[in-house]
Protein backbone atom coordinates (compact mmCIF):
# COMPACT_ATOMS: atom_id res chain seq x y z
CA UNK A 1 0.00 0.00 0.00
CA UNK A 2 1.08 3.47 -0.19
CA UNK A 3 1.59 3.76 3.70
CA UNK A 4 4.23 0.99 3.37
CA UNK A 5 6.30 2.61 0.53
CA UNK A 6 6.23 5.85 2.79
CA UNK A 7 6.97 3.88 5.45
CA UNK A 8 10.09 2.78 4.09
CA UNK A 9 10.91 6.55 2.96
CA UNK A 10 10.61 8.23 6.47
CA UNK A 11 10.51 6.43 9.53
CA UNK A 12 8.76 6.70 12.90
CA UNK A 13 10.53 9.77 14.56
CA UNK A 14 12.15 8.67 18.18
CA UNK A 15 12.33 12.09 20.80
CA UNK A 16 16.17 12.16 22.25
CA UNK A 17 16.23 10.40 25.86
CA UNK A 18 15.69 12.57 28.65
CA UNK A 19 17.03 12.25 32.29
CA UNK A 20 13.94 13.18 34.23
CA UNK A 21 10.58 11.54 34.91
CA UNK A 22 7.92 13.71 36.85
CA UNK A 23 6.18 13.01 40.00
CA UNK A 24 3.02 10.59 39.67
CA UNK A 25 0.03 12.57 39.20
CA UNK A 26 -3.05 12.15 41.83
CA UNK A 27 -5.37 14.83 40.55
CA UNK A 28 -8.75 14.58 38.37
CA UNK A 29 -8.64 12.78 35.44
CA UNK A 30 -9.09 14.75 31.79
CA UNK A 31 -12.59 14.11 31.74
CA UNK A 32 -13.40 15.73 34.90
CA UNK A 33 -11.01 18.72 33.66
CA UNK A 34 -12.83 19.24 30.44
CA UNK A 35 -16.60 19.18 32.16
CA UNK A 36 -14.85 21.77 34.96
CA UNK A 37 -13.74 24.02 32.33
CA UNK A 38 -16.90 23.99 30.45
CA UNK A 39 -19.11 24.10 33.12
CA UNK A 40 -16.84 27.57 34.99
CA UNK A 41 -14.41 28.61 32.65
CA UNK A 42 -14.86 31.05 29.82
CA UNK A 43 -16.12 29.31 26.37
CA UNK A 44 -13.34 30.63 24.37
CA UNK A 45 -10.38 28.37 23.53
CA UNK A 46 -11.78 25.00 25.19
CA UNK A 47 -10.51 23.21 21.76
CA UNK A 48 -7.08 23.41 20.99
CA UNK A 49 -6.76 20.12 20.10
CA UNK A 50 -9.70 17.27 19.12
CA UNK A 51 -8.69 15.59 22.36
CA UNK A 52 -7.86 17.89 25.61
CA UNK A 53 -4.63 17.76 26.43
CA UNK A 54 -3.79 17.90 30.54
CA UNK A 55 -0.19 19.34 30.86
CA UNK A 56 0.51 18.66 34.27
CA UNK A 57 4.27 19.19 34.63
CA UNK A 58 6.44 20.90 32.58
CA UNK A 59 10.91 20.71 32.43
CA UNK A 60 13.10 22.83 30.06
CA UNK A 61 11.84 21.90 26.58
CA UNK A 62 9.42 19.54 27.91
CA UNK A 63 5.45 18.96 28.89
CA UNK A 64 4.55 16.30 30.77
CA UNK A 65 0.39 14.73 30.39
CA UNK A 66 -1.01 13.20 33.69
CA UNK A 67 0.15 9.65 32.43
CA UNK A 68 4.06 11.42 32.38
CA UNK A 69 3.83 11.33 28.83
CA UNK A 70 6.62 13.41 27.37
CA UNK A 71 6.16 15.86 25.11
CA UNK A 72 8.39 18.33 22.97
CA UNK A 73 7.09 21.82 23.15
CA UNK A 74 7.68 23.72 20.17
CA UNK A 75 5.22 26.43 20.92
CA UNK A 76 7.03 27.62 24.29
CA UNK A 77 3.50 28.54 26.06
CA UNK A 78 3.20 31.02 23.24
CA UNK A 79 6.53 32.25 22.90
CA UNK A 80 6.53 32.85 26.45
CA UNK A 81 8.86 30.10 28.27
CA UNK A 82 12.25 31.77 27.41
CA UNK A 83 14.55 29.73 29.54
CA UNK A 84 12.82 26.51 29.77
CA UNK A 85 9.99 25.22 31.94
CA UNK A 86 10.80 25.66 35.58
CA UNK A 87 14.14 26.62 35.30
CA UNK A 88 16.17 25.87 38.05
CA UNK A 89 17.76 29.48 38.41
CA UNK A 90 14.41 31.10 37.37
CA UNK A 91 12.27 28.66 40.22
CA UNK A 92 15.01 29.60 42.99
CA UNK A 93 14.89 33.09 42.56
CA UNK A 94 10.80 33.03 42.49
CA UNK A 95 11.24 30.65 45.75
CA UNK A 96 13.56 32.92 47.51
CA UNK A 97 12.07 36.11 46.76
CA UNK A 98 8.38 34.15 47.83
CA UNK A 99 9.95 33.49 51.10
CA UNK A 100 11.14 37.06 51.93
CA UNK A 101 8.33 39.41 50.21
CA UNK A 102 5.25 38.35 47.87
CA UNK A 103 4.00 41.83 47.37
CA UNK A 104 4.17 45.58 49.36
CA UNK A 105 3.09 47.48 46.85
CA UNK A 106 5.28 50.14 44.36
CA UNK A 107 4.89 52.72 46.70
CA UNK A 108 7.20 51.41 49.16
CA UNK A 109 11.14 51.48 48.09
CA UNK A 110 12.41 47.63 47.48
CA UNK A 111 15.28 46.52 46.02
CA UNK A 112 13.94 43.30 43.68
CA UNK A 113 12.33 45.94 41.37
CA UNK A 114 15.03 48.67 41.60
CA UNK A 115 17.30 45.95 40.61
CA UNK A 116 15.07 44.44 37.86
CA UNK A 117 14.70 47.62 35.86
CA UNK A 118 18.52 48.38 36.00
CA UNK A 119 19.30 45.51 34.54
CA UNK A 120 16.73 45.61 31.74
CA UNK A 121 17.39 48.77 30.66
CA UNK A 122 20.89 47.65 30.39
CA UNK A 123 19.77 45.35 27.42
CA UNK A 124 18.11 48.75 25.31
CA UNK A 125 19.98 51.03 23.17
CA UNK A 126 19.79 55.00 23.48
CA UNK A 127 17.91 56.62 25.69
CA UNK A 128 15.33 54.24 26.66
CA UNK A 129 16.09 54.16 30.25
CA UNK A 130 12.43 54.55 32.27
CA UNK A 131 10.64 51.66 32.95
CA UNK A 132 7.10 50.76 33.79
CA UNK A 133 5.69 47.84 34.88
CA UNK A 134 2.62 46.16 34.10
CA UNK A 135 1.41 42.68 34.12
CA UNK A 136 0.61 41.71 30.34
CA UNK A 137 1.49 42.61 26.76
CA UNK A 138 -1.94 44.07 26.28
CA UNK A 139 -1.74 46.66 29.33
CA UNK A 140 1.89 47.37 28.07
CA UNK A 141 0.54 48.77 24.83
CA UNK A 142 -2.55 50.18 26.19
CA UNK A 143 0.22 52.29 28.29
CA UNK A 144 2.28 53.33 25.55
CA UNK A 145 -0.40 54.06 23.58
CA UNK A 146 -1.79 56.24 25.91
CA UNK A 147 1.49 57.73 26.51
CA UNK A 148 2.14 59.16 23.07
CA UNK A 149 -1.17 60.29 22.85
CA UNK A 150 -0.74 62.10 25.86
CA UNK A 151 3.21 63.25 24.82
CA UNK A 152 1.94 64.29 21.19
CA UNK A 153 -1.15 65.54 21.77
CA UNK A 154 -2.55 63.34 18.59
CA UNK A 155 -4.84 60.65 19.43
CA UNK A 156 -4.07 59.18 15.62
CA UNK A 157 -2.41 55.84 15.51
CA UNK A 158 -0.89 53.55 12.91
CA UNK A 159 -0.94 50.27 13.31
CA UNK A 160 -0.29 47.03 10.83
CA UNK A 161 -3.10 45.23 8.99
CA UNK A 162 -2.78 41.32 10.44
CA UNK A 163 -1.20 42.90 13.73
CA UNK A 164 -1.95 41.36 16.61
CA UNK A 165 -1.04 44.32 20.00
CA UNK A 166 -3.69 42.98 22.49
CA UNK A 167 -7.25 42.64 23.42
CA UNK A 168 -8.63 45.66 26.00
CA UNK A 169 -10.64 48.68 24.22
CA UNK A 170 -7.59 50.30 22.90
CA UNK A 171 -5.04 47.61 21.77
CA UNK A 172 -7.92 46.07 20.30
CA UNK A 173 -7.93 49.01 18.00
CA UNK A 174 -4.28 48.01 16.57
CA UNK A 175 -4.75 44.66 16.63
CA UNK A 176 -5.90 43.88 13.14
CA UNK A 177 -7.36 40.77 12.27
CA UNK A 178 -11.32 40.30 12.29
CA UNK A 179 -10.52 37.01 14.58
CA UNK A 180 -9.77 39.08 17.09
CA UNK A 181 -11.38 42.14 17.21
CA UNK A 182 -15.09 42.58 18.51
CA UNK A 183 -17.73 45.20 17.44
CA UNK A 184 -16.74 47.90 20.60
CA UNK A 185 -15.74 51.42 20.30
CA UNK A 186 -11.86 51.40 18.99
CA UNK A 187 -11.46 55.10 17.78
CA UNK A 188 -7.84 56.92 16.28
CA UNK A 189 -6.22 53.80 15.06
CA UNK A 190 -5.43 53.53 11.24
CA UNK A 191 -3.95 50.45 9.73
CA UNK A 192 -1.56 50.77 7.01
CA UNK A 193 -0.46 47.76 4.38
CA UNK A 194 0.95 44.57 6.19
CA UNK A 195 4.92 44.45 4.65
CA UNK A 196 4.54 41.19 4.15
CA UNK A 197 6.83 39.48 1.89
CA UNK A 198 5.07 36.08 1.19
CA UNK A 199 1.61 37.59 0.42
CA UNK A 200 1.44 41.55 0.35
CA UNK A 201 0.91 43.17 -3.02
CA UNK A 202 4.51 44.80 -3.11
CA UNK A 203 6.36 41.21 -2.04
CA UNK A 204 9.23 41.97 -0.54
CA UNK A 205 10.06 45.80 -0.97
CA UNK A 206 9.91 47.66 1.95
CA UNK A 207 10.03 50.61 0.87
CA UNK A 208 7.31 50.39 -1.44
CA UNK A 209 5.22 49.00 1.89
CA UNK A 210 6.67 52.40 3.54
CA UNK A 211 4.91 54.32 1.28
CA UNK A 212 1.69 53.39 2.42
CA UNK A 213 2.08 54.76 6.14
CA UNK A 214 2.56 58.11 4.43
CA UNK A 215 -0.77 57.46 2.49
CA UNK A 216 -2.21 56.69 5.61
CA UNK A 217 -0.90 59.76 7.18
CA UNK A 218 -1.59 61.97 4.63
CA UNK A 219 -5.57 61.23 3.80
CA UNK A 220 -6.30 59.38 7.46
CA UNK A 221 -5.34 61.43 9.75
CA UNK A 222 -4.74 65.40 10.06
CA UNK A 223 -1.30 65.03 9.30
CA UNK A 224 0.14 65.05 12.68
CA UNK A 225 0.44 61.59 14.59
CA UNK A 226 0.00 60.25 18.13
CA UNK A 227 2.34 57.14 17.19
CA UNK A 228 3.26 53.61 15.11
CA UNK A 229 3.33 50.70 16.74
CA UNK A 230 4.17 47.33 15.30
CA UNK A 231 5.96 44.31 15.97
CA UNK A 232 9.48 43.46 13.63
CA UNK A 233 7.85 39.83 13.01
CA UNK A 234 4.19 39.48 13.85
CA UNK A 235 3.82 35.94 15.67
CA UNK A 236 -0.06 35.60 15.99
CA UNK A 237 -0.07 36.86 12.67
CA UNK A 238 1.32 33.90 11.66
CA UNK A 239 5.16 34.38 11.95
CA UNK A 240 5.42 37.52 9.41
CA UNK A 241 9.00 39.20 9.16
CA UNK A 242 8.48 42.41 7.83
CA UNK A 243 9.83 43.27 4.58
CA UNK A 244 13.39 44.68 4.95
CA UNK A 245 14.21 47.96 4.98
CA UNK A 246 10.09 49.14 6.56
CA UNK A 247 10.61 50.65 9.76
CA UNK A 248 13.83 52.50 9.33
CA UNK A 249 11.45 54.58 6.13
CA UNK A 250 8.51 54.00 8.41
CA UNK A 251 9.85 55.45 11.71
CA UNK A 252 11.15 58.66 9.63
CA UNK A 253 7.84 59.75 8.47
CA UNK A 254 6.02 58.61 11.57
CA UNK A 255 8.83 61.39 13.23
CA UNK A 256 8.40 64.19 10.58
CA UNK A 257 4.43 63.53 10.75
CA UNK A 258 5.11 64.48 15.07
CA UNK A 259 4.64 60.72 16.39
CA UNK A 260 6.39 58.61 18.18
CA UNK A 261 7.67 54.51 16.91
CA UNK A 262 6.42 52.15 19.54
CA UNK A 263 8.03 48.87 19.23
CA UNK A 264 5.70 45.71 20.18
CA UNK A 265 8.62 43.31 21.61
CA UNK A 266 5.90 41.14 23.26
CA UNK A 267 7.00 38.29 21.02
CA UNK A 268 10.55 38.76 19.57
CA UNK A 269 12.29 39.74 22.29
CA UNK A 270 14.53 38.04 24.72
CA UNK A 271 16.65 36.85 22.41
CA UNK A 272 13.82 35.11 20.69
CA UNK A 273 15.10 35.96 16.86
CA UNK A 274 18.43 35.51 17.74
CA UNK A 275 20.59 37.73 16.07
CA UNK A 276 19.70 40.43 18.35
CA UNK A 277 18.05 40.72 21.81
CA UNK A 278 15.51 42.65 20.33
CA UNK A 279 13.18 42.22 16.90
CA UNK A 280 13.62 45.93 15.98
CA UNK A 281 17.02 45.34 16.22
CA UNK A 282 16.62 43.52 12.72
CA UNK A 283 15.79 46.21 10.74
CA UNK A 284 18.48 48.85 12.46
CA UNK A 285 15.93 51.43 14.11
CA UNK A 286 15.64 52.48 17.47
CA UNK A 287 12.09 53.18 18.81
CA UNK A 288 10.84 55.64 21.21
CA UNK A 289 9.18 53.14 23.26
CA UNK A 290 9.69 49.33 23.54
CA UNK A 291 6.87 47.03 25.11
CA UNK A 292 7.40 43.77 25.98
CA UNK A 293 5.79 40.86 28.35
CA UNK A 294 6.06 36.70 27.83
CA UNK A 295 9.64 35.81 27.59
CA UNK A 296 10.53 38.18 30.12
CA UNK A 297 8.72 36.39 33.09
CA UNK A 298 9.49 32.89 31.57
CA UNK A 299 6.05 32.73 32.55
CA UNK A 300 4.99 34.53 35.42
CA UNK A 301 3.12 37.35 34.68
CA UNK A 302 4.74 40.52 33.96
CA UNK A 303 5.02 42.93 31.58
CA UNK A 304 7.05 46.37 31.17
CA UNK A 305 6.64 49.55 28.78
CA UNK A 306 10.30 51.43 28.26
CA UNK A 307 10.83 54.47 27.10
CA UNK A 308 12.83 57.92 27.45
CA UNK A 309 13.03 60.25 30.43
CA UNK A 310 11.16 63.12 28.52
CA UNK A 311 8.21 60.75 27.34
CA UNK A 312 8.15 59.24 30.38
CA UNK A 313 7.80 62.74 31.80
CA UNK A 314 4.22 62.84 30.62
CA UNK A 315 2.87 60.72 33.59
CA UNK A 316 4.92 62.33 36.29
CA UNK A 317 2.21 64.73 37.96
CA UNK A 318 -0.42 62.00 37.11
CA UNK A 319 -1.44 59.05 39.33
CA UNK A 320 -0.45 56.65 37.10
CA UNK A 321 -0.21 53.16 39.09
CA UNK A 322 -1.14 49.35 38.86
CA UNK A 323 -1.57 47.14 41.89
CA UNK A 324 1.03 44.67 40.78
CA UNK A 325 2.75 46.01 38.61
CA UNK A 326 6.31 45.57 39.83
CA UNK A 327 5.64 42.77 42.13
CA UNK A 328 8.66 41.62 43.77
CA UNK A 329 8.24 38.06 42.77
CA UNK A 330 7.57 39.19 39.30
CA UNK A 331 10.90 41.24 39.45
CA UNK A 332 12.80 38.48 40.99
CA UNK A 333 11.79 36.05 38.32
CA UNK A 334 12.84 38.41 35.33
CA UNK A 335 15.99 39.20 36.48
CA UNK A 336 16.72 35.45 36.94
CA UNK A 337 15.31 35.42 33.01
CA UNK A 338 17.93 38.04 32.17
CA UNK A 339 20.81 36.59 33.90
CA UNK A 340 20.36 32.74 32.94
CA UNK A 341 19.82 34.28 29.37
CA UNK A 342 23.44 35.78 29.40
CA UNK A 343 25.21 32.96 31.28
CA UNK A 344 23.21 30.03 29.32
CA UNK A 345 23.94 32.21 25.80
CA UNK A 346 20.36 31.40 25.33
CA UNK A 347 20.12 34.54 22.26
CA UNK A 348 23.25 32.86 20.55
CA UNK A 349 21.66 29.29 20.58
CA UNK A 350 18.17 30.84 19.14
CA UNK A 351 20.29 32.06 16.30
CA UNK A 352 22.65 28.73 16.02
CA UNK A 353 19.45 26.13 16.52
CA UNK A 354 17.28 28.58 14.84
CA UNK A 355 19.55 28.74 12.03
CA UNK A 356 19.60 25.11 11.24
CA UNK A 357 16.02 24.12 11.98
CA UNK A 358 14.81 27.00 9.29
CA UNK A 359 17.79 25.07 7.12
CA UNK A 360 15.72 21.88 7.79
CA UNK A 361 12.20 23.57 7.14
CA UNK A 362 13.20 24.76 3.78
CA UNK A 363 14.31 21.89 2.62
CA UNK A 364 11.33 19.85 3.72
CA UNK A 365 9.49 22.43 1.61
CA UNK A 366 11.29 21.40 -1.19
CA UNK A 367 9.88 17.76 -0.56
CA UNK A 368 6.41 18.68 0.16
CA UNK A 369 3.86 20.40 -2.11
CA UNK A 370 1.20 21.47 1.04
CA UNK A 371 4.40 24.10 2.34
CA UNK A 372 4.48 27.36 0.78
CA UNK A 373 6.38 29.09 2.81
CA UNK A 374 9.35 28.80 5.69
CA UNK A 375 10.13 32.11 7.42
CA UNK A 376 10.98 34.03 10.67
CA UNK A 377 14.46 34.04 12.49
CA UNK A 378 16.32 32.66 15.21
CA UNK A 379 13.55 30.24 17.10
CA UNK A 380 10.56 32.23 16.04
CA UNK A 381 9.70 30.60 12.47
CA UNK A 382 6.56 29.70 10.70
CA UNK A 383 5.02 27.42 8.39
CA UNK A 384 2.63 27.94 5.94
CA UNK A 385 0.46 25.22 4.56
CA UNK A 386 -1.13 25.86 1.60
CA UNK A 387 -3.44 23.50 -0.54
CA UNK A 388 -2.14 24.84 -3.74
CA UNK A 389 1.19 26.50 -4.21
CA UNK A 390 0.33 29.32 -7.33
CA UNK A 391 -2.93 30.13 -5.69
CA UNK A 392 -1.76 30.22 -2.04
CA UNK A 393 -5.02 28.13 -0.67
CA UNK A 394 -4.79 28.04 2.96
CA UNK A 395 -5.07 24.62 4.05
CA UNK A 396 -6.88 25.46 6.55
CA UNK A 397 -8.34 21.61 7.21
CA UNK A 398 -5.11 20.00 6.49
CA UNK A 399 -2.91 21.80 9.36
CA UNK A 400 -6.02 20.36 12.27
CA UNK A 401 -5.16 17.37 11.03
CA UNK A 402 -1.48 17.52 11.38
CA UNK A 403 -1.48 19.51 14.64
CA UNK A 404 -3.40 15.82 15.86
CA UNK A 405 -0.92 13.52 13.88
CA UNK A 406 2.62 15.64 15.51
CA UNK A 407 0.68 15.59 18.78
CA UNK A 408 0.37 12.07 18.49
CA UNK A 409 3.81 11.62 17.77
CA UNK A 410 4.87 13.77 20.69
CA UNK A 411 5.23 17.31 19.85
CA UNK A 412 3.16 20.31 20.57
CA UNK A 413 3.22 23.05 18.12
CA UNK A 414 1.81 26.19 17.83
CA UNK A 415 -0.84 27.29 14.95
CA UNK A 416 -1.61 31.07 13.89
CA UNK A 417 -1.85 33.73 10.72
CA UNK A 418 -5.16 35.27 9.67
CA UNK A 419 -6.69 31.41 7.92
CA UNK A 420 -5.03 29.79 10.71
CA UNK A 421 -2.53 27.64 8.64
CA UNK A 422 0.74 28.79 9.72
CA UNK A 423 2.60 26.56 12.08
CA UNK A 424 4.25 28.99 14.53
CA UNK A 425 7.39 27.58 15.78
CA UNK A 426 8.55 29.26 19.14
CA UNK A 427 9.75 26.69 21.94
CA UNK A 428 11.86 27.53 24.99
CA UNK A 429 15.19 29.43 24.21
CA UNK A 430 16.90 26.09 25.45
CA UNK A 431 15.50 24.26 22.18
CA UNK A 432 18.63 21.95 20.72
CA UNK A 433 19.48 20.22 17.38
CA UNK A 434 18.27 17.34 18.37
CA UNK A 435 14.77 18.77 18.85
CA UNK A 436 14.66 20.46 15.82
CA UNK A 437 15.83 16.55 13.96
CA UNK A 438 13.07 15.45 15.68
CA UNK A 439 10.31 18.14 15.12
CA UNK A 440 11.26 18.30 11.46
CA UNK A 441 11.67 14.38 11.53
CA UNK A 442 7.86 14.34 12.92
CA UNK A 443 6.59 17.00 10.34
CA UNK A 444 8.05 14.85 7.87
CA UNK A 445 6.57 11.77 9.03
CA UNK A 446 3.11 13.10 9.51
CA UNK A 447 2.93 14.84 6.02
CA UNK A 448 4.02 11.91 4.36
CA UNK A 449 1.55 9.89 5.77
CA UNK A 450 -1.55 12.51 5.46
N1 LIG B 1 1.58 41.97 21.62
C1 LIG B 1 1.91 40.85 20.97
C2 LIG B 1 2.89 40.93 19.82
C3 LIG B 1 1.38 39.62 21.35
O1 LIG B 1 1.72 38.51 20.68
C4 LIG B 1 0.47 39.58 22.42
C5 LIG B 1 -0.12 38.31 22.84
O2 LIG B 1 -0.07 37.32 22.19
C6 LIG B 1 0.16 40.78 23.07
C7 LIG B 1 0.73 41.95 22.65
C8 LIG B 1 -0.77 40.77 24.23
O3 LIG B 1 -0.11 40.20 25.31
P1 LIG B 1 -0.95 39.55 26.53
O4 LIG B 1 -1.61 38.33 25.99
O5 LIG B 1 0.10 39.28 27.56
O6 LIG B 1 -1.92 40.59 26.97
Redesign the pocket.
Known amino acids: TTTTVLEDVVSVPKMAPFDYSPPPYTGPTVDEIFNKRKQFLSPSMLYFYNKPLNIVHGKMQYLFDESGRRYLDAFGG??TVSCGHCHPEVVDAIVNQTNKLQHSTILYFNHAIADFAESLTSKLPGDLKVVFFT???????ELAMMMARLYTGSHDIISLRN??????AG?MGATAQCNWKFNIVQSGVHHALNPDPYRGIFGSDGKMYAKDVQDVIQFSTSGQVAAFIS?AI???GGIIELAPSYLSTVYSSIKEAGGLCIA?????GFGRTGSHFWGFENQGVVPDIV?M??GIGNGI?L?AVVTTPKIAEVLTRRNYFNTFGGNPVCSAAGLAVLRVIEKEKLQENAHAVGSYLKERLTALKDKHEIIGDVRGRGLMLGVELVSDRQQKTPAKVEILHLMDQIKGMGVLIGKGGFYGNVFRITPPLCFSREDADFLVDVMDYAISKM
Do not use: F, L, R
Not at 135 to 141: C, R, Y
Open positions: IANSGTEANAYHGNATEQGVDEVQTTAKPG
